[in-house]
């Protein structure tokens, strides 16, 4: 799998689903964070793959929320293999000299307290990803001609040590979450965070569409197996996953969020759609598993599967919630939000957060169910039924 190519993909269809709510969201405020480099970073060896500095955006919490923190990686897909990380050492993917200066704050990250209730008043963090490898990895590739900074631990490393005289060393309440690429970074620093911050401090974490599936594709091969354990390799990841979950006997998987869960001690939210167009598309139906193009229309919708195809699509929903049931029955302090759409990436975007027509699960929208959890108000556990029941869907038509 080319993880640039998909990611490509995965880019054009988000512009154009977004595209005629976009428009309309311009017309409100947005808040918009300037970029900060962490200078320091050279003094740890933290650098993106192209051995630029790495960079984060901070908008300051006020008033009640002014000493809680809730920091959100990006995301942005791997690359496993050197071609492809030199590639990308050459895009806003891999260096922040090639990224956006300004970030919009939406979703989870608004400051707007009609629109983000919960969070809004707290110091919101951005974590900009260019290593390639969820924030995990530390190798250097150096053959005399190329060179690739595999750094991403560090990264993370720098940018803590950054924040914490910055006021994230005296934080009440945290919240550490990503999306995709970058929700899988909070299954690997979850722990690591908290034992960051003071032992009184209340923190939990957060994956949004990070629950990538040891599943088998469509053709029973396990290729985003094989596509992580390339990337593990690398990028030199191993050293940097939980070390419970590594000496259980099957190292190689701990990447994967479910194995690695239910060694996880702080209190955590699985927020996912069950049919998670990126993984419908790479890792259950990859396009090498699919040569004749049978799913082509399937893809593109859901409306368009024939019956197999369907039940296809049920059996993967049912792999993961058969993954999450431990969680589901035995966790006291997690949360989950399984919605039946087609999907990828559910809180940074406001439409799908907290809107008038946002996702729903028995009438919940994403963003209550998530503060419900936080703040311990109720039990936040809602997984939809199967698809085609939910019709509060934003689904990525590609
Ligand atoms: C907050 O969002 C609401 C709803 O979109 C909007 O009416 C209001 O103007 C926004 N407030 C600010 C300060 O941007
Ligand atoms: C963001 O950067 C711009 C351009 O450098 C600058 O004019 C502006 O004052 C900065 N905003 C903040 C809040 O620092
Ligand atoms: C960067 O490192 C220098 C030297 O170790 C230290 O004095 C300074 O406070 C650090 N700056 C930041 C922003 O962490
Ligand atoms: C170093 O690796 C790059 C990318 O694989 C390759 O194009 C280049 O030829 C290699 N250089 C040497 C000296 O092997
Ligand atoms: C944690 O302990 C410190 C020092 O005793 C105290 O100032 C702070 O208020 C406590 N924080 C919380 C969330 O209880
Ligand atoms: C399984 O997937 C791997 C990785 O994508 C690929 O190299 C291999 O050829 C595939 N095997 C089959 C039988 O499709
Ligand atoms: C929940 O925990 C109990 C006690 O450890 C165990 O017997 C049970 O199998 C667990 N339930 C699930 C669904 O894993
Ligand atoms: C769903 O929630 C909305 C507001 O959150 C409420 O107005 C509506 O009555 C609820 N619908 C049902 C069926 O409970």
């Known amino acids: 799998m080319n993880a640039n190519a998909a990611f490509s993909i995965l880019v054009v269809v988000v512009l154009l689903t977004c595209a005629p709510r976009c428009i309309s969201s311009q017309q409100q405020q947005q808040r918009r964070v300037n970029m900060t480099l962490v200078r320091n970073a050279s003094l740890i060896g933290a650098y993106c793959l192209d051995g630029s500095l790495p960079a984060y955006h901070l908008d300051r919490g006020v008033g009640a929320g002014s000493r809680n923190w809730l920091l959100q990686f990006e995301g942005g897909g791997w690359c496993n293999d050197v071609k492809s990380c030199l590639d990308r050492a050459a895009t806003r993917r891999g260096s922040t000299l090639h990224m956006s200066k300004v970030e919009v704050f939406s979703g989870i990250l608004s400051n707007n307290a009609s629109l983000n209730p919960d969070f809004y008043n707290w110091n919101r963090v951005k974590l900009r990803y260019c290593d390639g490898a969820s924030f995990a990895g530390d190798a250097v590739f150096d053959n005399g001609t190329s060179l690739l900074y595999f750094r991403g631990q560090r990264i993370w490393k720098a940018i803590i040590l950054d924040l914490l005289p910055k006021g994230l060393g005296q934080a009440r309440k945290a919240l550490l979450s990503g999306c995709s690429a970058g929700g899988l970074a909070t299954f690997v620093h979850c722990d690591d965070f908290t034992s960051y911050l003071p032992a009184n401090a209340s923190v939990k974490c957060l994956s949004d569409a990070g629950l990538f599936l040891d599943a088998r594709d469509i053709a029973m091969n396990h290729s985003m197996r094989y596509f ?156 939809d039924c199967a698809y085609p029941c939910d019709s509060s869907c934003h689904n990525q038509l590609s």
């Open 228 to 383: 992580y354990k390339s990337l593990v390799s690398l990028q030199g990841v191993e050293k940097n996953l939980n070390k419970n979950c590594m000496s259980s006997g099957y190292p190689e998987l701990c990447f994967f969020p479910q194995y690695v869960l239910p060694y996880i001690k702080t209190p955590y939210f699985i927020l996912n759609t069950a049919y998670d167009v990126y993984q419908f598309h790479h890792i259950l139906v990859p396009p090498a598993a699919d040569p004749h193009g049978h799913w082509y229309h399937c893809k593109l919708s859901p409306k368009a599967c024939n019956t197999v195809q369907i039940a296809t699509l049920q059996g993967f929903r049912r792999y993961m919630l058969e993954t999450l049931r431990p969680f589901y029955t035995n966790s006291t302090g997690g949360g989950m939000f399984i919605n039946s759409c087609f999907a990828h990436c559910q809180s940074e975007s406001q439409d799908t957060w907290l809107a008038l027509d946002s996702p729903r699960v028995h009438n919940k929208t994403i963003a209550q169910a998530v503060g419900d959890w936080y703040f311990s108000r109720r039990i936040s556990k809602e997984i």
